[in-house]
């Protein structure tokens, strides 16, 4: 079994960079008997809107782009 990641279509919201696209290629190999197997699975995402503003999540649970020190 392999797998292979790609990840693209970055574009900021509120100052921080994240991914809006990406896909997925799997490859499963099974061995047995007389008959040996290959089957590709791709999987393709997008998304199509970010909010930080979640329901539930507690201050201490995010750090707003604001408050990130970049001196390091």
Known sequence: TSMESIIDDYNF?????????????TTLYRYGGAVNHRRRIEEKWRIEEVDFNICGLCLESFLPPSDINNDH
């Open 13 to 25: 919201v509120d100052s921080v960079n994240i991914a809006h696209g990406g896909r997925t290629l």
